[in-house]
DNA sequence: AATGAAATGAGAGCGCG
DNA sequence: CGCGCTCTCATTTCATT
C-alpha cells in the first residue's frame, strides 16, 4: 500500500506509461499495454512498483475553480524580514496549511515564498492577504499578481525528451 | 465523452464528491456513497454529470519531478513590450506550447505572464530563456525565482467552506 | 527477474422499480 | 434515488523466456 523506498530505476517503458497517465489515469491498463507494447500486467506491476516508489504522488481529478464558485487565481510574492530556520519553517507551515493556498514554494531571489491562491472574490483575497501577511510579523512586504487567464494550467512533469 | 454544456448547478453533495476525488480519485464509488451519504449509482450519476459539464475537467496521475530527473522547479515573471491582443495571444500559444512550462498565467500587476518551469538542470533553464525569452523581440524583461522548495503543491480548490 | 496467458474478483456501468 | 444485474477492467496465479 504505497509507501516505501525512495529513488528507483526507471526505463523507457516507465516513462511511456507516467506520460499517460499524467494526462488521463483513467485510461485502462489495456490500452496503456498496447500504447507502449506491454501486456496488462507488465502495466499494472509497474504502476504499482511507481506508486509504492511514490513516483507517481497523487491521483487527483483536476477541478475546474470557476465552476465551483471559485473563480479568481491570484499569484503573491512574499518578502520576509527574517528567514531564520525557525522563523521560515513557521511560515511554510503556515502557508501550507491555508486551503486557499493552492501552491507553494519556497525561493531564491528577490522574494522568499511565491505562491498560487484561489478564491472566490476579490473581497476573500483582501481578508485572507489580513490573516496571512499583516497579520505575520515577519512579512515584510507581498506583491500581488491577478489571473486574466489560466494560459495552461498542469502538473504534467516534460519527460523523456 | 464528456464534451457539453459550460454551467450546471451543484449541490453539498457535488462538492462532497470533488472534495474526495481531488485528493484521490482512485477511491471506490461505494466508498466515495458511504463518506457522503448517497449510493453508488448516485456518485456514478453526478460523477458523469460533472465530467461532461467539465467541472471535473481531467483525471491525472501527480508524478515527483525529482525523480523523474527533473529536480528544478523556477518561477519566472515576464513582462513583454507590446500588449496588442495579437501579441498577447501569440506569447501564450508559444508559451503554453512549451512543454517544461507546466504553468502559464497572464496576469495584472507589475508583470505580464508567469509561470512555473519544470527542467532537469540550470543549464536547460538558461538554454530555454535564450529560446523563450531572449529570442522574443516582445519580452521586455524576466525575473527568475528558483524554488528551493515545494512547499505545497496541487491543483486542488478550496471547497464549500 | 520480468513477462504473457488464463482465471479470479472487485468495481463501474445500466436498466429497473 | 436505490436496488440488482451485467460486463469491463484490475488483480492474482502460474508457466515460460
Known amino acids: 500500500m504505497a509507501q ?3 529513488s528507483i530505476a526507471l526505463d523507457a517503458f516507465d516513462l511511456a506509461i507516467l ?11 489495456r490500452v496503456i499495454g498496447e500504447a507502449v507494447n506491454l501486456s496488462a500486467p507488465a502495466v499494472q506491476r509497474r504502476i504499482r512498483r511507481m506508486e509504492e516508489a511514490r513516483v507517481i504522488q497523487a491521483n487527483v481529478a483536476v477541478v475546474d475553480p470557476a465552476q465551483v464558485g471559485q473563480p479568481i487565481t491570484i499569484f503573491v510574492e512574499v518578502e ?14 503556515e502557508f501550507a496549511s491555508v486551503p486557499e ?3 507553494c514554494y519556497y525561493v531564491t531571489g528577490e ?6 491562491i484561489v478564491v472566490p472574490t476579490m473581497t476573500a483575497y483582501e481578508a485572507l492577504t489580513r490573516r496571512l501577511f499583516f497579520g505575520n510579523n515577519n512579512v ?7 489571473a486574466m487567464d489560466r494560459v495552461k494550467v498542469g502538473l504534467a512533469v516534460p519527460l523523456s525528451d
Open 4 to 6: 516505501a523506498s525512495p
Open 19 to 29: 506520460n499517460i497517465l499524467q494526462r488521463d489515469n483513467s485510461t485502462p491498463q
Open 80 to 93: 520576509v524580514i527574517s528567514e531564520t530556520a525557525e522563523l521560515i519553517d513557521a511560515a511554510k507551515r
Open 101 to 103: 493556498v493552492q501552491q
Open 111 to 116: 522574494a522568499d515564498f511565491v505562491m498560487v
Open 140 to 146: 515584510k512586504r507581498f506583491r500581488t499578481f491577478v
